[in-house]
């Protein structure tokens, strides 16, 4: 990596008693339990691998606090997690995974069972801290769908369309006839107007991306009437380019960066990431002075798609779409379902309920209804 070295601490174990008989727990977890753990578990995306943990911790100044449990019926648990370093735990921050770096979630293998989840749960409710939060993959959904004492649950949803058959079976029974329609037109307009895309993860894709994306924030800052330097600043931090670069050198074979170019300009540019049966759409932008009528976005897109499918992809995952109905609806209409997932916080003081009550709060101010 072209930024701070990540320093593998020593991992620590310990026992903890549960209704099942003591579980052993190793922290941080040794790589080679990750692999396999991470291989034999049929849900593990790209962001439970540990070269994107290592990533967020290099980059977001996090350290990996994963841990393993193994059970008395000899079955090893793996939850992914990263916390603020330098902090006794009443003020730990801990999060699998933090904001803006995709889902965690607990690994196990054949997948994790809701019995587990209970365990791993009450495990980590014991240990005081300022906020601990979880946040499952979609696969994994199912088995987090109990209650958790002592818990917040957030209420969250991802868009994912299946891949099963291919781009044939896309084609003929799951896209509608207005979406072929627009597929079809974007190549159209991409073909006449010269349109190239370059696939891959080096350097200056990377660059080009990311020049993409400024250019998004200074569009997106001119339609809401902010300044765009503070835009600017503001999301730099928040997205830095360092984080992008770190990816794209640390998982060569996972991160795929997809750009658009108009007579050699970026117009449009996707970052997605692969790891076994998913495709997972990470980031999307696009210039929309340049691109909007060339249909640059759905064009990417349609590239993106025939790359996961190209690639044997069960399941292409569209993220969350932050309650933007527009973007919910055009997942929906590329043939996506939406997929509840749910967030679970454990918090020393109960931030989440003060954060509501305030939104609730500027909300009767504005006369705002509560969506």
């Not at 019926?73 to 803006?100: D, Q, Y």
């Not at 293998?109 to 993959?137: F, N, Q, W």
């Not at 769908?145 to 003929?172: E, I």
Request: proline residues 7%; charged residues 25%; glycine residues 10%.
């Amino acid at each position: 990596m072209n930024h701070r070295q990540v320093r593998q601490q020593e991992p620590q174990e310990w026992d903890v008693r549960t209704d099942a008989g003591p579980v052993r727990v190793t922290s941080p977890v040794p790589r080679e339990a990750w692999a396999q753990v991470l291989a034999a578990d049929p849900r593990g995306m790209a962001f439970h691998r540990p070269e994107w943990v290592d990533c967020v911790c290099a980059v977001g100044g996090w350290q990996d606090a994963g841990r393993l449990y193994r059970t008395g019926e000899g079955r090893e648990l793996l939850l992914p997690m990263v916390c603020r370093p330098g902090r006794p735990n009443p003020l730990a921050v801990r999060a699998s995974l933090p904001p803006r770096w995709g889902t965690g979630g607990i690994l196990a293998p054949g997948g994790v069972r809701p019995h587990e989840v209970g365990l791993v749960l009450a495990d980590l409710a014991a240990d005081r801290t300022l906020r601990t939060s979880i946040r499952p993959s979609f696969g994994a959904a199912q088995a987090w769908r109990a209650p958790a004492p002592g818990y917040v649950s957030v209420s969250r949803s991802v868009h994912v369309l299946d891949l099963d058959g291919g781009m044939d079976v896309l084609w003929s029974r799951r896209w509608s006839k207005n979406m072929r329609r627009n597929f079809r037109s974007a190549e159209r307009r991409a073909e006449r107007a010269g349109l190239i895309v370059e696939s891959g993860n080096s350097p200056e894709l990377v660059e080009s991306f990311y020049d993409v994306y400024l250019r998004w924030l200074d569009q997106r800052a001119r339609a809401r009437h902010l300044p765009p330097l503070v835009v600017r600043t503001r999301w730099k931090r928040a997205e830095p380019l360092a984080k992008y670069q770190a990816v794209a050198a640390a998982l060569p074979g996972v991160c795929r960066i997809l750009v658009a170019r108009l007579e050699g300009k970026p117009v449009a540019a996707t970052v997605a990431l692969l790891h076994g049966e998913v495709w997972s759409y990470w980031r999307g932008y696009s210039d929309k002075e340049a691109s909007g009528p060339l249909k640059a976005n759905q064009f990417l897109m349609l590239r993106c798609i025939e790359q996961a499918c190209g690639a044997g992809c069960r399941y292409y995952e569209m993220g969350e779409s932050g309650g933007v109905a527009s973007l919910e609806a055009f997942k929906a209409r590329l043939g996506a379902e939406k997929q509840p997932v749910t967030e679970y916080r454990v918090e020393g003081v109960p931030l989440t309920r003060l954060r509501g009550r305030m939104g609730g709060i500027r909300d009767a101010v504005s006369g705002r209804r509560p969506s």
